[in-house]
């Protein structure tokens, strides 16, 4: 498993505490699991992902991820309604571990709360946050 | 019950070499490596792995009265119990079997090897050997016998696929005389230096070794006993051999994933402190020939015959390899009905079989359709009443998700276990 020091944690993105990625596209948002969440998972074998035009509100759950080893709920960083989902995940599921903040990319979210943004993490914040839990 | 957490030799190249760790039965393990426990999986079943079993536990049993203590406490009959022919347990010989507690419930699954007249080697699980030993010596009365826990005193690694002969070819003195004859649950050697059968397995770098056909994944393979001096250099010495035949350091994810398909049961998970009836591992008690009693008096015998109608611990398989939970909450079991009829202890991915037609096939499998290419299956253990038969299908339900599954008596088909050595050398 990765030390803190390794893992790959951009800063175009901002990171809930349940390590979800978030990425703003324009009028969109991007959504995956971040560095840390695939490394501690290990090998990612199923992805359920909910349907286009459902919608959460911010940390509520919106699919499964599922290892060799055990599954995971995923819960939304931030409310919105699902424009698109990554079906390439269903063939390749393993892409949420070789890439998961391209291509293991989740979901995109219309958000319709502009303040949930401002409760996620930067990914200096993130970084003591994951410091404070180990 | 300890505390504390204890380490292998092994656990710092575990920790340097990128592993996953987790605590299991009282140590810090490996679950995987950088590699993935897919990819593990994947490899005991083409080429080999290399597991660190340190964390297991071995007790020396020896005396006078060893057998006859043995036959008190263990469930196998020792008269009784190599091969089709129900043979007497000999020096070289070791049987799998289990320890119950006067309510016939389980204490722990062994293996009980005999090193020669009056010295017996118990392996059971990490963990177990205090609770074990003490179990033996608490039975042992006058009797003119010595129980010694030589937990944390043994290394053991376990090197299971069907390279894993090919690999040890390279690393064992004299290898063609060591594999002579070498049948599934025999073994060969001594670990203790000063045991007049050390030098007889050996490896080239001169450390003795008691070398077993045995193994917990159903897989062909050993387990390999050193003293704990000797683990890491064992392991990087196998390691650097296998690496031509790209053998992997594996981890107990793959471990587990790997058992399950071949349906071995998780001591105090799949078999535990409840009776020891109606589950499919029967040839562990000394049943006489028509199945009308015991061939010898053990602990837990009276109580075994006693014993109302009680669950039932059956295998299944599922139709893909989604998994449902086992602990925080449990899954359920439920019939065509949709009536609760028990609970799942046991569900992982075996990533290597996949359904085809009505059959499942492996990887390994001779007869696999073209272009075979599983996605894996969820397998494991359900404990139900009332009985279900093999070919039924019920659904396994936790606070996720639902899942529809098929009781079996087979899990991962075309296992090697068994496999004559001179066969998996040609591999």
Known sequence: ?134 | MHEEIGNTPLHDWHLSHGANMAVFGGYDMPLWYPSGAKKEHLTVLTNAGLFDTSHMAVIMVTGADAFELLQLCFTKDLNTCVGKKKAPLKPGRCVYGAYLNEHGELIDDAIVSQIEDNIYMIVVNAGMGGDVASHMTDYADLRDVEIIDLTDKIGKIDIQGPMAAGILMNVLKEPEKVFDEMFYFTFKGHFDSTSTFAGTVSFTDGTPLLLSRTGYTGEFGFEIFVNPDHLIGTWEMILAAGKKFDLIPCGLAARDSLRAGALLPLSHQDIGPWPFVNHRWLFTLPYNDDGTGFTKKFIGDEALHNIEESEHTCAFAGYDLRKVSTHDPVAYVLDSAGKEIGTVLTCVSDMAIGRHGDRIYSISSPDKPEGFNPKGLCCGFVKVKPKLLPGQIVELKDNRRKIKVMITDDIRPDRTARRPIKEMLKV
């Open chain 1, 1 to 134: 498993m990765k030390e803190i020091s390794q893992l790959i944690l951009p800063d175009d993105v901002r990171y809930a505490e349940d390590h979800e990625w978030a990425r703003p596209e324009g009028e969109t948002v991007r959504v995956g699991i971040d560095d840390y969440a695939q490394d501690q998972l290990g090998d990612v074998v199923f992805v359920e992902l909910p349907q286009v035009g459902d919608t959460f509100a911010k940390d509520e759950e919106f699919g499964t991820v599922e290892s060799v080893k055990a599954v995971s709920e995923l819960y939304m960083p931030i409310g919105g309604e699902i424009l698109a989902v990554n079906t390439a995940l269903e063939e390749s599921p393993e892409l949420v571990n070789s890439d998961p903040y391209d291509g293991g990319w989740m979901i995109e979210i219309i958000p319709n709360n502009p303040d949930d943004w401002d409760a996620l993490m930067t990914r200096d914040a993130y970084i003591e946050a994951l410091k404070g839990g180990k």
